[in-house]
């Protein structure tokens, strides 16, 4: 079988560009748990009380309103006020997610950053991502959101 110039130079190049991309280096790989972090870190702990409060006051509010308008009202219009009512605590507990998340995962950057870790996974109890090696960076990333 002969090879063209063509073909041989494509083969060449992927061969070059395999070996450059296995031996870049040890990839390293940290880890959290994020229970600790959710019990522990300060930030995260005022967010969800936060959240918390907020969400329960919508409900309270939204299930006083719709008791004062139950018997004014159709039971088409009613679901339907119900349903809009769901739909702001559901956008409510969204927005405390998002917000969650994004504090984390900027603490989660930032410690990637200073120990150079090509990737940070949250460690559960259950269900080990790292079962050897790995960095646990758990009091780093509770540091972090103090």
């Given at each position: 079988m002969k090879l063209t110039k063509k073909s041989r130079l494509l083969i060449a190049a992927a061969f070059a560009a395999s070996l450059v991309m296995t031996g870049c280096g040890k990839t390293q790989i940290g880890y959290i748990d994020g229970d600790r972090i959710m019990k522990e870190a300060p930030q995260i702990q005022s967010l969800v009380e936060e959240g918390n409060q907020k969400i329960q006051e919508a409900q309270d509010e939204?299930?006083?309103?719709?008791?004062?308008?139950?018997?004014?009202?159709?039971?088409?219009?009613?679901?339907?006020?119900?349903?809009?009512?769901?739909?702001?605590?559901?956008?409510?507990?969204?927005?405390?997610?998002?917000?969650?998340?994004?504090?984390?995962?900027?603490?989660?950057?930032?410690?990637?950053?200073?120990?150079?870790?090509?990737a940070i996974v949250d460690n559960q109890q259950m269900q080990k991502t790292v079962v050897e090696g790995g960095i646990d960076v758990t009091d780093e990333a509770i540091q972090k959101l103090q």
């Open positions: 939204a299930e006083k309103d719709l008791a004062e308008k139950k018997d004014s009202m159709s039971d088409e219009d009613f679901q339907k006020a119900q349903q809009e009512a769901q739909r702001k605590v559901a956008g409510l507990n969204q927005s405390y997610s998002i917000q969650l998340k994004q504090k984390l995962d900027t603490a989660l950057a930032d410690v990637a950053k200073e120990k150079k870790l090509d």
